[in-house]
C-alpha cells in the first residue's frame, strides 16, 4: 500500500488491501523457515510496558515448513510473543514495517495481550530509532502523551493503521525463536489483521530477522467463492530452486533517490509484453526508472492486480479491443482501475481469443499468464483483464500483482541481489 509520504511510492492490494513501504539491505547470516498462510478479509487495550534495554538482534536458524492458502491476498498466522499468540498478517513484499493488532474492539477481533508476552516491550520516545538524525520519511514518529514511540501510516485509499512501535519476538518454539524485532502494535485500524513487511527496508522482516532468501508459491483460484486453494511459502533455501531462472534486482544509491522511486521495492528489469504472441510496441525504457523515478517496475505481493504506467497500459488495451473490443463492458471500471471487464459466463472463450500474456524480462526470463487465467472473476458474474492503470492509483510505476504469479515460484535471493522465477503446480509445492 502507498504511504502519503515524500519517498514512498504504491505498493497496492487491488481494491481492498493497501500496505506499506527504508535503506538498502545488507548480507546477513541466513535463515530458514516456512509458515501456514491462508486468506484474511482486511478491512488496545491494556497499559503498554517499556524496557530500556531493548536487546541486541542475532542470527539463528529455523527449518519449518508449513501450506497457506490463496484468496485475494496471502494472509500468515505467526506466532508472536512468549508464550505465542498466533497473529494473522498479510505477506506483502511492498511493505516494510510489520505490525499486528493490539487493540480490544467489537465486533471482537484476534488481537494481541501485550500483558500475556514476557517478551514485550515499548519502544519510548528516547529510543534513537523514534527520534532519528535524519527523519525516515517511510517510518513517520511522534512522541505520545505517555512518552512512548507513536507511528502513524496513512494509505493512498484513505485508511490507515497507527499504535505504537515495540520489540517482540516470533516463537516457533521453546528452541526456535526470532531475536526481538521492532513491530508497529496498532491500537488504530480499520484492518482485521496485520502486516508482515517484506521489502528491502531496514525495519523489515528479512532485514531484522537477518533473513537472506525467501520464496513462495501462488496456486491458482478460479473463483472469489468456494474452498480456497494451497500454496507454500519459505523462509530460506527452497529445494526447487536449482531450476529457478533470476534476473537482477535493481538496486539505488542514496544519490539516486527520486521523488517517484521506492527504492526499497524490489524492482526488476521488465522489457516488454506479448499478448497470443504478438510483441506489443511498447518502448522497454517505461519498464525502468527515468529522471524522476517515474517507470519503476516492481514485484509485489501485496497487489492482487497488476498495474502499468499509461504507454503501456494504452498498448494492451489497444490490443483487447482489437481483438475482443465488442464484448467489453461498456462504462465498467472495476475498483477504479480496470476498465477491461466482460460480462457473463465466456471467460474461456474470451481468454482464448485474448491469448497467452506474457512479460519479458532480461535473460529471456519470462512470466506467461496462460489464456485460461487471463480474465479474474471480479464477482457479480463480471470479469476482468487482471491490469490496470497505474495512474488512477496516483502511482508512477509499474505493479506485477499476485494475480500474475499463480503457479509460480518468486525467490527473492537477498544476498546475490536477484528474483528467481520457476513455473510449477503450486497447489502440489
Known amino acids: 500500500m502507498a504511504l502519503c509520504s515524500p519517498v514512498s511510492l504504491f505498493s497496492l492490494l487491488f481494491a481492498l488491501l493497501l500496505l506499506f513501504s527504508a535503506s538498502s539491505f545488507a548480507k546477513h547470516d541466513s535463515v530458514s523457515f516456512s509458515f501456514p498462510l491462508r486468506s484474511l478479509p482486511l478491512s488496545a487495550g491494556k497499559p503498554l510496558k517499556t524496557n530500556p534495554k531493548l536487546r541486541s538482534l542475532s542470527s539463528a536458524s529455523y527449518n519449518v515448513k508449513w501450506p497457506f492458502k490463496y484468496s485475494m491476498a496471502l494472509v500468515v498466522s505467526l506466532p508472536i510473543g512468549t508464550p505465542p499468540q498466533h497473529q494473522q498478517m498479510v505477506l506483502d513484499t511492498g511493505s516494510q514495517l510489520s505490525w499486528i493488532q493490539c487493540h480490544n474492539k467489537t465486533p471482537p477481533t484476534a488481537s494481541f495481550d501485550p500483558s500475556l508476552s514476557s517478551s514485550f516491550y515499548v519502544i519510548p520516545c528516547t529510543h534513537p530509532l523514534c527520534k532519528p538524525r535524519v527523519p525516515d520519511f517511510t517510518l513517520p514518529t511522534t512522541c505520545d502523551q505517555n512518552r512512548l514511540c507513536h507511528y502513524s501510516y496513512f494509505y493512498a485509499d484513505g485508511t490507515y493503521a497507527e499504535g505504537n512501535l515495540v520489540r517482540e519476538k516470533l516463537t516457533f518454539s521453546p528452541s526456535q ?25 531496514r525495519l523489515s522482516f528479512p532485514s531484522q530477522a537477518k ?30 530452486s536449482g531450476r529457478f531462472r533470476y534476473v537482477s534486482m535493481l538496486t539505488f544509491s542514496q544519490s539516486q533517490r527520486m521523488p517517484n522511486l521506492d527504492p526499497l521495492a524490489y524492482t526488476v528489469p521488465m522489457q516488454g509484453i506479448r499478448i497470443g504472441g504478438k510483441r506489443l510496441n511498447i518502448n522497454p525504457s517505461v519498464f525502468r526508472p527515468d529522471a524522476g523515478g517515474s517507470g519503476q517496475t516492481m514485484i509485489d505481493s501485496g497487489s492482487e492486480f497488476t498495474f ?80 490496470g492503470r497505474s495512474e488512477r492509483l496516483g502511482a508512477a510505476s509499474n505493479i506485477i500483482g499476485n494475480i500474475h504469479q499463480q503457479n509460480l515460484w518468486v525467490e527473492f535471493d537477498l544476498a546475490n541481489h536477484r528474483v528467481g522465477f520457476g513455473e510449477a503446480d503450486c497447489s502440489r509445492s
Open 177 to 201: 525463536t526470532t531475536p526481538p524485532l521492532t513491530l508497529g502494535c496498532a491500537t488504530e485500524s480499520r484492518d482485521a489483521g496485520g502486516i508482515l513487511g517484506m521489502n528491502l527496508g
Open 211 to 240: 533473513i537472506t532468501k525467501f520464496s513462495y508459491c501462488v496456486p491458482t483460484r478460479q473463483s472469489r467463492s468456494g474452498n480456497l486453494p494451497t500454496g507454500s511459502f519459505y523462509l530460506g533455501n527452497n529445494p526447487n
Open 308 to 387: 502499468l504506467v499509461d504507454e503501456a497500459y494504452d498498448r494492451v488495451r489497444e490490443e483487447v479491443v482489437r481483438v475482443v473490443g465488442p464484448r467489453i463492458k461498456k462504462g465498467y471500471v472495476y475498483g477504479g482501475v480496470a476498465d477491461m471487464c466482460f460480462d457473463g459466463s465466456a471467460r474461456e472463450s474470451i481468454g482464448r481469443v485474448i491469448g497467452d500474456v506474457v512479460l519479458e524480462f532480461e535473460k529471456g526470463v519470462e512470466i506467461v499468464v496462460p489464456k485460461e487465467r487471463v480474465l479474474a472473476d471480479v464477482g457479480g458474474g463480471v470479469h476482468c483483464v487482471g491490469i
